[in-house]
């Protein structure tokens, strides 16, 4: 059964996740975390039989810092990430959690409500199960809706975001590189 314990395990088993996880720890982020694809995709590619950092797009890094919203201090953070990055060889998207309410809807024609943690942030993936995040400083384990769907492969649309189409494309999306995952309508209950 997958816990915590062994989708840290599974996550660090790429070899990228794990790097990137030292290298991050060492510029202290306030409640920086290592999130989203490069940790379930890694779970999917191993449950899957491929190499643990096939198909993962990005590595997103989310940190919280409600001190200073201005785009110049999340760009400072950035470009302290990317030498890192850089070393790494992986493609990085750093994000300041405090302030994703103030660029939202321009770029995705949505309300997003202000944020208090990186976790508020990480519960707000489209897919419910996608909802996981590695906590850079504790190494622990944040996922609100557990593992249970993550490791059956379940897609399900996330209630704290309801966004129909956009999960629908997303859900799409993963099971294009990943066939084997199913897409489960609110209300389906085969599963």
């Known amino acids: 059964m997958l816990d915590a314990a062994v989708f ?9 996740n794990r790097r990137l996880l030292e290298g991050l720890a060492e510029l202290a982020l ?3 975390h290592l999130t ?35 785009w110049e201090a999340e760009d400072a953070l950035i470009r302290r990430v990317t030498p890192l990055a850089e070393r790494l060889g992986l493609p990085v998207e750093v994000k300041n959690q405090a302030r994703v ?13 202000q944020l208090h943690s990186v976790r508020d942030g990480i519960s707000r993936y489209l897919v419910r199960c996608t909802c996981v995040g590695i906590d850079v400083a504790t190494g622990g384990v944040f996922a609100p809706d557990g593992f249970a769907d993550l490791a059956a492969g379940i897609l399900r649309i996330n209630p704290v975001i309801p966004q129909p189409g956009k999960w629908q494309t997303k859900a799409e999306s993963y099971r ?9 309508e609110e209300g389906d209950q085969f599963a």
């Open 8 to 16: 840290r395990e599974i996550a660090l088993s790429n070899p990228h």
């Open 30 to 32: 306030p409640q920086c």
């Open 36 to 70: 989203a694809g490069c940790l379930f995709q890694t779970l999917w590619n191993v449950l899957s039989g491929r190499p643990p950092h096939e198909n993962i797009k990005d590595y997103d890094v989310f940190y919280f810092d409600g001190g200073d919203l201005s």
């Open 101 to 113: 309410h103030l660029w939202y809807r321009q770029r995705f024609g949505a309300d997003y409500p």
């Open 176 to 184: 294009a590189r990943w066939p084997w995952l199913r897409i489960v």
